[in-house]
T-cell receptor, first 114, second 111 residues
Framework: DTGVSQNPRHKITKRGQNVTFRCDPI?????LYWYRQTLGQGPEFLTY????????KSRLLSDRFSAERPKGSFSTLEIQRTEQGDSAMYLC????????????FGPGTRLLVL | QKEVEQDPGPLSVPEGAIVSLNCTYS??????FMWYRQYSRKGPELLMY????GNKEDGRFTAQVDKSSKYISLFIRDSQPSDSATYLC???????????FGPGTSLSVIP
């Protein structure tokens, strides 16, 4: 499968625990985006990377959230001290800059905080 | 007022019907317009991608953009039960910018 992949697909955790999600973009896609989607809503932008540089962060991304893309390939999204309000689907998307193509999404990681 | 508005439905139609899905938006800077289909518990799947105003057709799907009215539409001809999903409109200022989504319209096509 040459699409965007995300792991794990599902995560259940207790409030206060830390969680980390991974996204592997489509090969050679240098732009990588993170979105969050809650039930009945469209995805909301969190942050994006051009190669390893984090270029924009939404105000939705509180200081408990951190994202990295250390080698410009895969990315991780970490949530510290999870809260019940963090329960959502976390989506990753990628695209190739320098083209007119749009973003392609992965299957998402569904997080449930108990 | 949200940047992108979309009737959440649910919309239920018989198989073979023509479906019309619509979004309005407030930011005139949007130039790129997309429609994604999302099945339950899956990631969004790109259906249509258009730049500026005009129509684009792909098989049973037609996307229309009217920038003067800040209104976009997706038409599905000869709808099939497999079209049952949530349809998300989305837009961006540039092709590489973050994408702003509508809340999605839930569609059920009844056999």
């Amino acid at each position: 499968d040459t699409g965007v992949s995300q792991n794990p697909r599902h995560k259940i955790t207790k409030r206060g625990q830390n969680v980390t999600f991974r996204c592997d973009p489509i090969s050679e896609h240098n732009r990588l985006y993170w979105y969050r989607q809650t039930l009945g809503q469209g995805p909301e932008f969190l942050t994006y990377f051009q190669n390893e540089a984090q270029l924009e962060k939404s105000r939705l991304l509180s200081d408990r959230f951190s994202a990295e893309r250390p080698k410009g390939s895969f990315s991780t999204l970490e949530i510290q001290r999870t809260e019940q309000g963090d329960s959502a689907m976390y989506l990753c998307a990628s695209r190739l800059s320098g083209t007119e193509e749009t973003q392609y999404f992965g299957p998402g990681t569904r997080l449930l905080v108990l | 007022q949200k940047e992108v508005e979309q009737d959440p439905g649910p919309l239920s139609v018989p198989e073979g019907a023509i479906v019309s899905l619509n979004c309005t938006y407030s930011n005139s800077a949007f130039q790129y317009f997309m429609w994604y289909r999302q099945y339950s518990r899956k990631g969004p799947e790109l259906l249509m991608y258009t730049y500026s105003s005009g129509n684009k057709e792909d098989g049973r799907f037609t996307a229309q953009v009217d920038k003067s009215s800040k209104y976009i539409s997706l038409f599905i001809r000869d709808s099939q039960p497999s079209d049952s999903a949530t349809y998300l409109c989305a837009m961006g200022k540039t092709s590489y910018d973050k994408v702003i989504f509508g809340p999605g319209t839930s569609l059920s096509v009844i056999p």
